[in-house]
């Protein structure tokens, strides 16, 4: 599986601000995610970051909200944009690693975030 | 109807004991079931996959599939007080670039 790196690990940011999250990976993948996990939920998607490319959003995620940048095969980021407290939220980027079997997605390690 | 359903729990099994962790999902054009395992704090890690109607064994885990019934299953052997944790059960859909679909997880308490 492939090493991923998740940057802050946590934050606490005021309401109307923007954050901007990084996802490194340590070998090229095709497939970068993000996702959202709410307190004491199950993980949403947000969009898939396509390298070279604009972001795919999910049904209720825009990218004036949402940016994203994949500007290289392992390399993201994700922007919490004009933050309100609904989104304090774990932000997980994940990757998908081919396999014999079947394509298998890892997570990083996450980003807290609290929005006051 | 949501598209991955699992029981919140808490599901509660002594110590050596067989956990059960139950998946059921709607959509008959998924093809490939994932269970994570995500500790309080922590990101879901990848327990195992499995995508064949049947057993699949991994050391202590079992997936189970059967696509007639729509349901998918996981059993932990000799469960262990790090066992505790919330699962996760993921549905893929063939050819959806690769879009994963989450439950909302089963809580497992693993007591001495």
């Known amino acids: 599986s492939a090493v991923i790196s998740q940057k802050p690990s946590r934050d606490i940011c005021q309401r109307g601000t923007s954050l901007t999250i990084q996802c490194q990976v340590d070998s090229q993948v095709t497939m970068m995610f993000w996702y959202r996990q709410q307190p004491g939920q199950s993980l949403t998607l947000i969009a898939t970051?396509?390298?070279?490319?604009?972001?795919?959003?999910e049904s209720g995620f825009v990218i004036d909200k949402f940016p994203i940048s994949r500007p290289n095969l392992t390399f993201s980021t994700l922007t919490v944009s004009n933050m309100s407290p609904e989104d304090s939220s774990i932000y997980l980027c994940?990757?998908?690693?081919?396999?014999?079997?079947?394509?298998?997605?890892?997570f990083g390690p996450g980003t807290r975030l609290t929005v006051l | 109807q949501k598209e991955v359903e699992q029981n919140s729990g808490p599901l509660s099994v002594p110590e050596g004991a067989i956990a059960s962790l139950n998946c059921t999902y709607s959509?008959?054009?998924?093809?490939?079931f994932f269970w994570y395992r995500q500790y309080s704090g922590k990101s879901p890690e990848l327990i195992m996959f499995i995508y064949s109607n049947g057993d699949k064994e991994d050391g202590r885990f079992t997936a189970q599939l059967n696509k007639a019934s729509q349901y998918v299953s996981l059993l932990i052997r000799d469960s262990q007080p790090s066992d505790s944790a919330t699962y996760l059960c993921a549905a893929r859909r063939a050819g959806t670039a690769s879009k994963l679909t989450f439950g909302t997880g089963t809580r497992l308490q693993v007591t001495l």
């Open positions: 959509d008959r054009g998924s093809q490939s």
């Open positions: 994940s990757v998908e690693t081919f396999g014999t079997d079947t394509d298998t997605q890892y």
């Open positions: 970051a396509n390298q070279g490319s604009e972001a795919t959003y």
